[in-house]
Every structure is written in structure tokens, then in C-alpha cells.
């Protein structure tokens, strides 16, 4: 464990804006100057076309972008590369398994199934779907505390329904699913299970063939790695039977007048000339998580969790969203507070250096289930420190007043 690792002082950012209380982890990570370096080196040094070329620096470029490939099929325990998929982030991770599988795989009258906790980016590419397919489109509801039961989703799975699509941290709540025994379930009912990792993967380890989820996305970005690198895990059967999503040059075999044969996985699924620069700097944040552990992360994250939480609920205006327990928020606590609108929330924060995130964290049938309209988010990452918390508690108490309450 290289706890130094957890310092700010490894994020250039926060020597540009010394004062900065970044709280805003779960819309994007800052990167580590190691992450930023990895970059600067491939272009300098590693850059030319991946996969095409036979020259030298090509082919350093291709090596370079797919040890980034094994370095994510370690990272999060796949059986093999052909499983990981490129992609600009899990958004396009999760149309691409809603455009290729959904709509070779799902027909007329058949359901897919979707937790009331996702975000829009799980939850759009399935109605587009049900819509054009003439499938049905249902939700698992959780409760006030964000809780999804087992039973539940047993109960909502019926002989039509094709695919769950689920998130295993929710942006909103920060509450982990069970996404092994979701998995079990819908595998006994033969419902293919569709992972949102966007949220877990940075925070926890998630070991795909353990969990033997059918598809898993996450984005790089959200795990200091540079934004436009993005991940989609599918089991090599299931990839191997969907046809392309997005067509052009690298992803082809052989091409004629008349058509075209397809490369082999993962190649099929990444058209065009692929972010390299991006991966390797995925490449790097994976490095940079693994030399500082899981167990440091985590660590370090339920302690500062548990902190603003324990401080936020002092504070009899404060109402936080989920459940009652800091140790079931994961970094993510999300609040309203009475008589001050969300955006106004954000704006005196910011006032006072402090980055939260307002609105409705595209989670809005959650945001509407649980009854609210938009909301204030702090996510934490192990980068945050205590006085980080403190200041937004500080933020926290004078809120009201400024707004020209008493207290
Ligand atoms: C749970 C979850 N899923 C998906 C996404 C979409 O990620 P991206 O915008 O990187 O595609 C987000 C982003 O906030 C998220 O929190």
C-alpha cells in the first residue's frame, strides 16, 4: 500500500487552485500527474496510427494501446482481451450493447427490465429500444432508502423478459446492489444482466467473472483517467454473436462491392482510428489504483464518508437522501435543504471554493420515486481530505443565513 498516493499534491490541479474543495468525484476525477505524464509520453514518443502500420512506431503504438487492453481484462477480472471493448465512455458503452444485442436479441413483446436508480445514460438506450421494438419496458422499484431486494427483481422477471439493466453504485444514493445474486437470478430466468460499473469500478474491486455479470461498462474519466476512453465488458459469447454497432475502417476483414466480413473481437467493435492516447492514460490510472490498493481507497473513503455525514446531520435543515447508514453511501451523499433551492445551494458553495454538484444527477425517475425534484451531491474520492469535508461543513452551516434565515 503506497499510501503517498492518496495525496493531493500527486493532482497538478490542485496546485493550480490551491484553495479548490473539489467535491464533484462522481461527475469526473481529477487525474494524478503519473496519468497526465503516461499521455505526454505516448505522443511523444509511442504515436502513429495503432494497428495499421508496419512500421516501428506504429507498431509501438499498438502495443501501447493494447497492454492498456490487458491491463483492463486484469484490472477487472475477464477471462480474456477479446471481452474489452474501447469506447468513448460507458454512455456509448451502454448503446452499443442497446443497439447491437438489443436489437438483434430483442422482439415484439418481449421486456426489458431497468432499476428505478439508473442514470439517464442506462436508462434512454432501453427505451429507445422498447419503443422501436414494440417491447415492454418495466422498472424495479427500490425503497425510500435506495434498497433493491433479491426477491424483488425474482418476482419482476417473468418467462418474457430478455435483459435487467442495473447499476451496481447509484450516482444519486451511493448504495451498492447486489449484483451477484441479481446475476444468479435473472441467469435461472435466462435474462441477460447489464452492469453500470460507472460508479463502482473507481471505488471498489469488481471481479466481472465473480460477479458473472453479462455486460459491464464504466468510463475512464470518472477514475483518473482522461475523459474519451471508455470500457464495455461482454461475455466473448454473447459479443461474438452480436453483429457491429458502428462500422468503417479497423473493424472489417475483408471488403468487397457487394459487403464486408468482420474483424475478429474486439476489433469489430471499434470503428475508425481509436483513442490510444486515452487508453494508455487508462492504462496508468489502473496502475496508479492498483500500487495504491482498494484496501487504501476504500479505507480512506468510508472514513471521510462517515465524517461529512456524521457532521451533515447535526444540522436539522439538512435532510439527506437514502439510506440512514454512512457506511451504505460509498463517497456519494446527496441532500436537500430546507427552504433553499439546489442551484442556490451550488452557488454559495462556489462563492466559497466549494465544487458540488446541483440538479437532478440525470437520475430524474429517481429524483421523481423518491420525491424531489433536483438535489445537492458532495462525492467524495480518496484524493479529499478532511479539511476538504470541514470547509463544506462550514458551507453547510452558514447556507441558511445567507439565504436570510435566522439559522
Ligand atoms: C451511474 C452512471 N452511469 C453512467 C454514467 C455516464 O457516464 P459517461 O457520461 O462517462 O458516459 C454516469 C455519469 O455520471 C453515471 O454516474
Given at each position: ?49 495503432p ?14 494501446y ?13 477471462h480474456d ?13 451502454l ?5 447491437s ?64 439493466a ?36 473507481p ?30 465488458y ?6 461474438e ?129 423518491l ?37
Amino acid at each position: 500500500m503506497a499510501t503517498d498516493l492518496l495525496a493531493k499534491d500527486n493532482f497538478p490541479v490542485f496546485r493550480e487552485y490551491p484553495d479548490l474543495v473539489y467535491l464533484d468525484n462522481s461527475a469526473t476525477q481529477q487525474k494524478p500527474r503519473r496519468v497526465m505524464e503516461a499521455v505526454e509520453q505516448y505522443y511523444r514518443a509511442e504515436n502513429a496510427n495503432p494497428l495499421r502500420g508496419l512500421y516501428d512506431l506504429s507498431v509501438k503504438a499498438t502495443e501501447a494501446y493494447e497492454g492498456a487492453r490487458a491491463a483492463v481484462r486484469a484490472f477487472i477480472h475477464a477471462h480474456d482481451e477479446a471481452e474489452i471493448i474501447f469506447t468513448r465512455n460507458a454512455s456509448e458503452s451502454l448503446n452499443l450493447v442497446a443497439y447491437s444485442y438489443g436489437r438483434t436479441f430483442i422482439h415484439e413483446g418481449d421486456e426489458i427490465l431497468v432499476s428505478i436508480a439508473e442514470h439517464h445514460s442506462n436508462l434512454l438506450p432501453w427505451q429507445i429500444l422498447a419503443k422501436e421494438k414494440g417491447a415492454v419496458l418495466k422498472y424495479l422499484e427500490c425503497d425510500k432508502q435506495g434498497a433493491f431486494s433479491v426477491e424483488a427483481l425474482q418476482s419482476a422477471l417473468t418467462e418474457k423478459t430478455r435483459l435487467f439493466a442495473v447499476t451496481q453504485i447509484s450516482n444519486l444514493l451511493g448504495r451498492v446492489n447486489p449484483i451477484k445474486e441479481f446475476a444468479a437470478v435473472c441467469h435461472a430466468n435466462g435474462t441477460v444482466i447489464v452492469c453500470d460499473g460507472a460508479q463502482s469500478v473507481p471505488h471498489m474491486p469488481v471481479d466481472v467473472q465473480e460477479l458473472d455479470v453479462d455486460f459491464l461498462v464504466f468510463s475512464g474519466h470518472k477514475m483518473l483517467a482522461p475523459m474519451g476512453i471508455g470500457v464495455l465488458y461482454g461475455k466473448k459469447e454473447l459479443l461474438e454473436r452480436m453483429p457491429p454497432f458502428l462500422s468503417g475502417g479497423e473493424m472489417i476483414e475483408y471488403v468487397t462491392r457487394e459487403g464486408a466480413t468482420y474483424a475478429p473481437l474486439p476489433h469489430k467493435f471499434e470503428a475508425g482510428t481509436v483513442n490510444a492516447g486515452g487508453a494508455v492514460g487508462l492504462r496508468a490510472a489502473i496502475d496508479y489504483i492498483n500500487e495504491l490498493g482498494f484496501a487504501a481507497i476504500e479505507q480512506r473513503e468510508a472514513a471521510l464518508t462517515k465524517l461529512c455525514f456524521d457532521e451533515m446531520r447535526k444540522l436539522p435543515y439538512v435532510h439527506i437522501i437514502g439510506s440512514d447508514k454512512p457506511e451504505e453511501h460509498c463517497g456519494i451523499i446527496t441532500f436537500d435543504v430546507d427552504g433553499v433551492h439546489p442551484h442556490d445551494v451550488a452557488y454559495i458553495f462556489n462563492s466559497r471554493g466549494v465544487a458540488v454538484r446541483a440538479g437532478h444527477h440525470c437520475a430524474q425517475p429517481l429524483h421523481r420515486h423518491l420525491g424531489y425534484m433536483s438535489t445537492t451531491r458532495v462525492s467524495l474520492a480518496f484524493y479529499n481530505d478532511e479539511q476538504d469535508v470541514m470547509q463544506f461543513i462550514e458551507g453547510l452551516k452558514i447556507l441558511r443565513r445567507s439565504m436570510g434565515y435566522n439559522e
